[in-house]
């Protein structure tokens, strides 16, 4: 038996040194010369940034204290137990939406003279946001996952849609879905209600609710993922065990779910973390955090100082990443990838329709419904109205700067076109990388941790961080030795930066799938004559493509919804793409950016479904 | 090879190749560097700022070509070039304001614009008196003005007249503000806050502003597309020539309010790269852009006011029926912010945030 | 037609070289077309050495090799074994015929339109003719352990190794599969390596037996040889049911030993060097091995040839095989406390204890609480020595 040729022999080493190559020159280079300005001044090593930081109350709050004097460890000590002792918890009632006389509970916690700085209340907001998204989700997963009903592929398939939509369209869309002459106030006042100033409630819930649209759809799809996973005949055991339903269900399908779960609650919580242009659009300079700060202390070319924050803010998601992977990797593989999940009709008569059961999906569905669609809704249908009604003038003025626009204006199709061949582009480059780094971790152990943790840099870095990396240190070439010089720009490059900000996604929705499959299936392949790459393509991949299939989606996303690295890439070249486009559109009328954003998500919309439907034919 | 390296991830290039710059010197392309809506318009229905004047200048001067760019943050983008010593693209940079040259001039030591060949220029006496960056280099040449002024909807609040006024329980929740750190209008109204208040006392009058519940939103389009267009808000910081955007429609919420019946004047000006091998035709385009033909252009498609004075322009009198123009203006000039101007916004965006 | 080898071989785990060890300088060599199994308690390293053969593991130190020819750094797909597991691992996306067809394209002659005969015979050989179309999910367990028999057997390995395949099983299906197993070995004579904690199945199904224990081998031979003669207590204790007894050496003749064991004296059979060497079963290579070095610790190389008799008052351990135990026997008679009994159809085993010490009977009936039970001094076997 012959084991093939070199190539194939040492394909999977081959893609590993060209992953890392990738990664080495689009990320771990540019990051580090931004990073470095955090540590050196003027060359010289030094401290004094980070302590700047660390000891600023505006930025870290009480804790400044305890950095400017780190040893005075009983002083802290005694200034933390009169804090707990003065501080208090106490139930009350309160009534959140003016106008509406709905009285909740809600506790009520005193902290007096504690402040948390930026970074505590970045981290506050990303806690909130993250319980909420996860609250959103795991209904929206149960749903799609256990029941059948029409259009359930195509929902599955959309859910990531929020993903792709630049934050001022986001922040466009919840103005105009829930503001006071919005779309949830036009329904309501059919039925002789309203209007309700749900904006003015609380800029912070309304942050957190935008923060729940764009991941808790992201929570959904990796949940939905593991759910389809688990093998029913495990649920069926412990039933057959004597257990109820709702104790199979914590005994059986929680330990399976909440790695996923608890994945995509990490991810929320590192975006939310860097969160930035949304929180502004909505909650207003108030509730600025960190990322805000690194942007302007990048505007202001403080280098050192944004560097810094930039730094703190990755090691502290890389940190929380870390833990979350340790207790992953002690999760014992538990579901059957190959398992067939039977669904429930969802309506299948009107009595069943009525039970509480499906009584309560209903009133999930219509929270979805105003939470999810609302917004995307309202943005297409500001697409096709004016202050005098309906319009198509929107779309007409792309169409006219298509067919007449100048050679230096933007024009709409090269920005669909730029953006399906980057998707598609960065699609076919992140899920082998992707895939490479979860073979080379899972069951690696420690060290796989510390590799996997590495390779999630790409979402714990700010955005502008990279992007400024970019610009130092490629765009304009670095020098070489005999007058050499290496310079980085165009599509090809757009492509590799958007696959390395991608392939996290594909390697978190693999490597859980992976370390689930029986070792025993490979190795029967390999001593069958298949080389380790062959085992790979035709038994692993085939076994988890549902969770490939979702990790293409999310790196078509990633590809499609990129801006910063794609703009300065791009750099005078015509391989701007849809939300480059849909930025340069934003004139003193909101129409043409708005008919773009609709552009856009009909675009990603149908991609999806084309990326469920293509994929779905691997899937089982 | 500028085409194989835009198809390339990475490219290998040797100096000394020969002719290795591709953007060659003295030659009849003039790039010009500006902000989105100049080059990509602000009307569905007419050619875009940009697009005219590159019709316009291309027939006057035969065997030239104009060629457009909007980089990503703007003139930051120049200056990060121009500090670690990388070669500036474009010649001309279109769309500088006073606050910009303060901000360049305080974080990059060194010479980003050479000073204006005055002497190049015929129209330049055109230029109203009062437009003046009191730029101690004379580096830029104002192409037009403009007034920040607040917008509000007549049927929801009374017509706001002073700073204090918006303070009062009418204008709770009703007013939004951009921010000043980001967004040109935010911090024209963050300087005339400093105006009137002066250095001690503006972060006060900024506090009883979020007291009275008062949105400090991100950029323009954030707090004018979101917010106000949905009738969130009813007072934001806009321009004065709002109506120009909504004449011959409902303009219950276009209306301007004059503080004190001043505006925030915002002159836009433009400046010549000093790596610029292209300085001569830099300077016959800036010349072209003051003839009257070009300032009534940009005045209409860029929806602000003329630099020149009224004698040099002929806009016909129905401009002016919407674009409105306040009886005093405040601005803050070079030596005013030099110095200051990065503390005060600082100071302001640590009042706002905690 | 090939002849497996193990020389040395040793495996550890972890960083250095004192890591756990998971086998302990194995040898064993596996005759042409022969049934050979490994049979031990769960982390004994059967399944390591299974693993180590198919490459799936590198040894720490020692060689594989096949018909002489070493295998180190070759990988699986190139060492011409077919595998079968426990848990059958087959490819759930794909049905049946592409399961066992899969090897088929790795082989020289590959896109061969024989392949699909070749499929056809495997079913056939399995008793699934027909069935290539199923996805392996719609079959029974025992159908699919005999998908993935025939998968293994589709590229003709020239070894066929089998890691407890029939323990997800139930007991009846196990014997009607393993019986079809030997007589599908059988009818190949393909070289196949057996591993199994079942010692009842590794007696039943081998042409020869390695008992491992702890990484290392305790004896290889014939399953009568080991049966009879196990060479260590481990043995003695681990294949079939036995009675293992301490006992100090009062004497020792060219005809008997007499030993004592608790306040009672026993007649059993002599000490000889040359019949220990028979008992084990083996000899050469394996043999002395095996035995030297799992007791190197116990015992000295240097003492390791010296069998001779016994001084007065060395101890030993003897152990006596519960149907050699009897109420009629005439010798080496002593009192039984029964405890509790199983009736099994052809006799009833029987649990009870004498002295404190268990002791396990195969009778015909049901017992009464106390009897007597003796036995024939050559039933007895001596199986270790301690100084």
């Given at each position: 038996m012959s084991g093939g040729n070199w190539l194939e022999r040492h394909a999977l080493g081959l893609a590993a040194a060209l992953t890392a190559g990738a990664l080495v020159v689009m990320l771990y280079f540019p990051i580090g010369v931004v990073f470095a300005n955090a540590a050196f001044v003027e060359g010289v090593p030094t401290l004094e940034p980070v302590r700047d930081v660390l000891t600023d109350p505006f930025y870290v709050g009480s804790l400044a204290a305890v950095f400017e004097n780190p040893l005075a460890i009983g002083s802290h000590i005694g200034a933390l137990a009169d804090w707990i002792g003065s501080s208090s918890i106490s139930p009350t009632v309160v009534?959140?939406?003016?106008?509406?006389d709905l009285p909740l509970p809600w506790l009520s916690i005193q902290t007096p003279g504690f402040r948390g700085g930026l970074f505590g209340f970045t981290a506050y907001q990303a806690t909130l946001s993250t319980v909420a998204s996860v609250a959103l989700a795991l209904p929206a997963a149960a749903i799609l996952a256990n029941y059948e009903f029409r259009g359930r592929r195509t929902i599955r398939s959309l859910t990531?849609?929020?993903?792709?939509?630049p934050g001022i369209m986001v922040a466009v869309g919840f103005y105009a879905m829930f503001?006071?002459?919005g779309t949830l106030n036009s329904l309501l006042g059919l039925v002789g209600?309203?209007?309700?100033p749900f904006m003015q409630f609380s800029p912070l819930v309304i942050v957190i609710l935008a923060h729940a649209f764009y991941n808790a759809p992201l929570i959904a799809r990796i949940t939905v993922a593991a759910w389809e996973s688990i093998d029913t005949r495990t649920v069926d055991t412990a039933r057959s065990l004597g257990a109820s339903r709702r104790r199979a269900f914590r005994d059986v399908v929680v330990p399976q779910l909440l790695p996923a779960v608890l994945t995509g609650a990490l991810l929320t919580f590192v975006f939310t973390f860097m969160t930035f242009p949304i929180v502004l659009a909505?909650?207003?300079?108030?509730?600025?955090?960190?990322e805000v700060w690194i942007y302007d202390r990048m505007r202001q070319l403080e280098y050192a100082e944004a560097a810094t924050l930039a730094l703190l803010e990755t090691v502290l998601s890389l940190a929380l990443t870390y833990v979350y992977l340790r207790y992953e990797s002690a999760q014992?593989?538990?579901?059957?990838?190959?398992a067939r999940t039977a669904r429930e009709p969802l309506f299948p008569d009107v009595r069943t329709a009525l039970s509480p059961r499906r009584l309560a999906i209903g009133c999930y569905g219509v929270i979805a419904l105003v939470v999810f669609v609302g917004p995307m809704a309202s943005l297409v249908v500001g697409s096709v109205t004016d202050a005098s009604g309906f319009t198509l003038g929107h779309f007409s003025f792309l169409l006219e700067r298509q067919l007449?626009?100048?050679?230096f204006q933007t024009r709409p199709f090269p920005a669909i076109r730029n953006s399906l061949l980057f998707g598609v582009g960065t699609l076919a480059l992140a899920v082998p990388m992707g895939v490479v780094v979860s073979v080379l971790t899972a069951r690696a152990g420690w060290s796989g941790t510390i590799v996997e943790t590495l390779a999630m840099v790409p979402l714990a870095v700010s955005g502008v961080v990279v992007g400024i990396g970019l610009l130092q240190g490629l765009v304009f070439g670095i020098e070489l030795p005999y007058g050499w010089q290496f310079e980085v720009t165009g599509p090809v490059a757009i492509v590799v930066a958007h696959a390395v900000a991608a392939y996290p996604f594909v390697t978190r929705n693999v490597s859980p799938l992976l370390s689930n499959l029986d070792p025993t299936v490979v190795e029967s392949a390999r001593a069958l004559g298949a080389s380790r790459i062959r085992a790979l393509l035709d038994i692993e991949l085939p076994l988890i493509a549902s969770g490939i299939v979702a990790g293409a989606a999310f790196a078509f996303a990633i590809s499609i919804g990129e801006f910063s690295s794609t703009v300065i890439l791009a750099g005078?070249?015509?391989?701007?793409?849809m939300p480059v486009a849909l930025e340069r559109y934003l004139?003193?009328?909101?129409g043409p950016a708005i008919a773009m954003g609709t552009i856009l998500l009909f675009v990603t919309a149908s991609s999806f479904v084309v990326i469920d439907r293509v994929g779905g034919r691997f899937e089982r | 090879m500028g085409a194989v390296t835009a198809g390339l991830a990475g490219c290998l290039t040797r100096e000394n190749?020969?002719?290795?710059?591709?953007?060659?010197?003295?030659?009849?392309q003039l790039e010009i560097a500006s902000y989105t809506s100049f080059v990509e318009?602000?009307?569905?229905d007419a050619p875009s700022p940009a697009e005219w004047l590159t019709e316009a200048f291309e027939d006057e001067y035969p065997d030239t070509e104009l060629k457009w760019t909007v980089p990503e943050n703007g003139i930051n983008r120049y200056v990060r070039d121009a500090k670690q010593g990388n070669e500036i693209g474009p010649d001309v940079y279109l769309g500088l304001n006073v606050d910009d040259l303060v901000r360049i001039d305080e974080t990059f030591g060194g010479q980003l614009f050479d000073p204006i060949d005055?002497?190049?220029?015929?129209?330049?006496?055109?230029?109203?008196?009062?437009?003046?960056?009191?730029d101690p280099d004379d580096r830029v040449i104002p192409y037009d003005t403009g007034y920040i002024s607040l917008v509000y909807d007549e049927s929801a609040v009374?017509?706001?007249?002073?700073?204090?006024?918006?303070?009062e329980s009418e204008y709770e929740s009703e007013f939004v503000v951009q921010n000043a750190q980001r967004s040109d209008p935010g911090r024209a109204f963050l300087l005339w806050t400093i105006d009137m208040y002066g250095e001690d006392g503006y972060l006060e009058y900024w506090e009883d502003l979020q007291a009275n519940d008062t949105l400090i939103g991100d950029s323009w389009t954030d707090t004018y597309y979101g917010p106000y267009d949905n009738e969130e808000r009813s007072v934001i910081v806009s321009y004065?020539?709002?109506q120009v955007f909504y004449?011959?429609?409902?303009l219950t919420r276009h209306q301007v309010a004059f503080l004190d019946g001043k505006g925030y004047e915002n002159h836009e000006g433009m400046a010549v790269f000093a790596?610029?091998?292209?300085a001569e035709l830099a300077h016959e385009f800036m010349d072209f852009a003051l003839t009257g033909e070009a300032q009534a252009a940009i005045a209409e498609k860029n929806v602000q006011f003329p630099?020149?004075?009224?004698?040099?322009?002929?806009?016909?009198?129905?401009?002016?029926d919407h674009a409105l123009e306040p009886d005093e203006s405040i601005t803050f000039t070079y030596d005013e912010l030099e110095g200051n101007l990065s503390g005060w916004v600082d100071e302001w965006g640590r009042t706002i945030a905690q | 037609m090939t002849e497996l080898r193990l020389e040395s071989v040793s495996k550890r785990y972890g960083a250095?070289?004192?890591?756990?060890?998971?086998?302990?300088?194995v040898d064993l060599r596996v005759r042409d077309g022969e049934f050979f199994t490994l049979v031990g308690?769960?982390?004994?390293?059967k399944t390591t050495t299974l693993r180590t053969i198919a490459g799936f593991e590198e040894p720490t130190t020692g060689t594989v090799s096949f018909d002489g020819e070493p295998a180190s750094g070759t990988k699986p797909e190139n060492r011409d074994v077919g595998v079968v597991f426990q848990n059958y691992?087959?490819?759930?996306?794909?049905t049946v015929a592409e399961n066992i067809g899969y090897?088929?394209?790795?082989?020289?002659?590959?896109?061969?339109?024989?392949s699909d005969r070749r499929i056809a015979e495997l079913l056939e050989l399995v008793d699934?003719?027909?069935?290539?179309?199923?996805?392996?999910?719609?079959?029974s367990g025992g159908q699919q352990q005999r998908v993935a028999l025939a998968r293994a057997l589709a590229p003709e390995p020239s070894v066929l190794l089998l890691d407890?395949?029939?323990?997800?099983?139930d007991a009846r299906l196990r014997e009607s599969l393993r019986r079809q197993l030997k007589r599908i070995q059988e009818r190949l004579e393909i070289t196949t390596v057996y591993v199994t904690h079942d010692q009842e199945e590794a007696l039943a199904v081998s042409d020869r037996v390695a008992v491992m224990n702890d990484g290392a081998v305790e004896q290889v031979g014939p399953p009568e040889t080991v049966y009879r003669?196990?060479?260590?207590r481990f043995v003695a204790e681990f294949v079939g049911d036995n009675n293992v007894f301490e006992a100090r050496v009062l004497e020792s003749s060219a005809e008997e030993t007499r030993v004592e064991i608790g306040d009672r004296t026993f007649r059993v059979p002599a000490l000889e060097g040359e019949r220990n060497l028979e008992r084990s079963g083996e000899r050469g290579l394996e043999r002395s091995g095996e035995r030297g070095l799992k007791q190197s610790g116990k015992r000295g190389p240097e003492q390791?040839?010296?069998?001779?008799r016994p001084s007065v008052a060395d101890r030993m351990t003897i152990c006596i095989r519960?149907?050699?135990?009897?109420?009629?026997?005439?010798?080496?008679r002593f009192p039984v406390t029964v405890e509790t009994s199983e009736f099994l159809g052809p006799t009833v085993r029987v649990h009870g204890r004498w002295n404190g010490i268990p002791v396990v009977l195969a009778l015909e009936e049901v017992p009464t609480e106390e009897l007597t039970v003796g036995f024939a001094p050559e039933d007895a076997r001596l199986v270790e020595r301690s100084p």
């Open positions: 009534t959140p939406l003016p106008g509406i990531i849609l929020p993903f792709v939509l503001g006071q002459a209600l309203g209007p309700v909505l909650g207003g300079l108030e509730l600025a955090t960190v014992t593989g538990l579901a059957r990838v190959d007449d626009g100048a050679a005078g070249t015509d391989a701007y793409t004139g003193r009328r909101s | 190749g020969g002719n290795g710059d591709g953007d060659g010197d003295g030659d009849g318009g602000n009307f569905e005055r002497d190049e220029l015929e129209n330049v006496d055109r230029v109203r008196d009062d437009i003046d960056f009191g009374e017509t706001p007249k002073t700073l204090d006024q918006l303070l004065s020539t709002d004449a011959g429609g409902d790596d610029s091998g292209n630099a020149v004075a009224d004698e040099h322009v002929d806009l016909g009198e129905d401009f002016y | 250095n070289e004192d890591g756990t060890a998971a086998l302990e300088s308690p769960s982390g004994c390293g691992a087959l490819f759930s996306h794909m090897g088929l394209q790795f082989l020289e002659s590959e896109g061969d339109p024989s699934l003719e027909g069935m290539g179309d199923r996805e392996p999910d719609q079959l407890e395949p029939m323990s997800a099983l003669d196990p060479a260590s390791s040839g010296d069998r001779g519960p149907e050699h135990l009897s109420r009629t026997a005439s010798t080496n």
